[in-house]
């Protein structure tokens, strides 16, 4: 129920928008994260939204470079990455927390109940 779509090669530097709707469920119950992963490496915390939008939490890596945001009309949340680096390189997964946000930790994967197939991108030097 989620589809994750946006990623694709682009030099660094630049950048991208990655979107994730959620359909068959209220979008606006869920706190939406986004994680990654490398090849060999670990899933990586991105960032997270709350459900309203107010809240925002991102990963050290990717702070001030990206924006995670929600159109709850749209059922889609977003990821904006700017100054792309080549070590940004991975699949992107969208994920959804039926939770309060004070319940939630956002670095948490286990605390996410429905992942998204993921979309790859990659940011070449």
């Known amino acids: 129920q989620l589809q994750a779509s946006g990623g694709g090669l682009v030099q660094a530097g630049g ?29 990586e915390f991105v960032a997270a939204i709350s459900w309203s939008g107010t809240i925002t939490y991102y990963g050290d890596s990717v702070k001030g470079r990206f924006t995670i945001s929600r159109d709850n009309a749209k059922n889609t949340v977003y990821l904006r990455m700017n100054s792309l680096k080549p070590e940004d390189t991975a699949v992107y997964y969208c994920a959804a927390a039926r939770t309060d946000w004070s319940s939630l930790a956002p670095r948490d994967s286990t605390g996410y109940s429905y992942w998204g197939q993921g979309t790859q991108v990659t940011v070449s030097s």
Request: aromatic share 14%.
């Open 15 to 43: 950048s991208l928008r990655l979107s994730c709707a959620l359909s068959g469920r209220t979008f606006s119950n869920y706190a939406m994260g986004w994680f990654r992963q490398a090849p060999g490496k670990e899933r």
